[in-house]
């Protein structure tokens, strides 16, 4: 629900201008930027910070 909310605030190109990581670049989707988050903790931290700063 955070990043599907992500991508429709920001677009795929804006999330990964905020949030530089490959997922968001070459060949973007829900489900494999999804694999990805849950294996790396230092970007799934960098994308729920990202979530939080949008409602603040």
């Known amino acids: 629900m955070v990043l599907e909310h992500l ?3 920001y677009r795929w190109d ?3 201008y905020h949030v ?3 997922c968001f670049k ?3 989707s829900i489900k ?3 694999t990805f988050l ?3 903790p230092w970007a ?3 994308v729920e910070d990202l979530y ?3 409602f603040r």
């Open 7 to 9: 991508v429709k605030h």
């Open 14 to 16: 804006g999330l990964a």
């Open 20 to 22: 530089d990581i490959n």
């Open 26 to 28: 070459s060949n973007p």
């Open 32 to 34: 494999s930027s999804l």
């Open 38 to 40: 849950r294996k790396t």
């Open 44 to 46: 799934r931290k960098k």
């Open 52 to 54: 939080v700063d949008l």
